[in-house]
């Protein structure tokens, strides 16, 4: 992850581990992760409200991260931690992906890869969540999340 530059992508500027301590060091990202920005109401009671632009703008800076990964990346990368905690947004609400913990790489030569179910139930694809056959296109079912995030258009 360290090597992998795309302004959609969290980026690794360090890490460490001590014993069973490990810890990742990100660029710091003022407005923490979209969970906390749709969700958590602040001081003055409120919920952050982000216009139908906003909310657009993040949906494609998430996806074109998500895109780049099991495409464009050699070899391939399937998050599979798909969430709005992993989504963190920058001094200007742009978003970064991030949380590559249950990652798999996927070598050109292969179709799927048969594995442990892993992620948020909601977000995987019906083919990996029932068999564990986690493919490069199993990415697609991230639209049920933009979808969810964007809302409806005024």
Not at 37 to 44: A, K, M, N, Q, R
Not at 55 to 83: C, M, N, Q, T, W
Not at 113 to 120: D, F, K, N, R
Not at 123 to 134: T, W
Request: glycine share 6%; hydrophobic share 35%.
């Amino acid at each position: 992850m360290a090597n992998i530059c795309h302004q959609n992508l969290v980026k690794l500027n360090g890490g460490c581990i001590d014993g069973p301590s490990r810890i990742l060091v990100y660029d710091y990202m003022e407005n923490n992760s979209l969970m906390q920005t749709l969700l958590v109401i602040g001081e003055d009671n409120n919920r952050a409200k982000l216009r139908w632009k906003s909310r657009r703008d993040i949906s494609l800076g998430i996806a074109r991260g998500f895109a780049y990964i099991p495409e464009e990346i050699k070899p391939h990368i399937v998050h599979r931690d798909i969430e709005v905690s992993n989504i963190l947004l920058d001094r200007n609400r742009n978003p970064t992906n991030s949380d590559f913990g249950l990652s798999k790489l996927f070598p050109d030569n292969i179709n799927h890869i048969s594995t442990q179910v892993a992620g948020t139930l909601a977000y995987l694809s019906p083919e990996y969540a029932i068999s564990g056959h986690l493919t490069r296109k199993s990415v697609v079912y991230m639209c049920f999340f933009l979808k969810s995030l964007a809302g409806d258009q005024p």
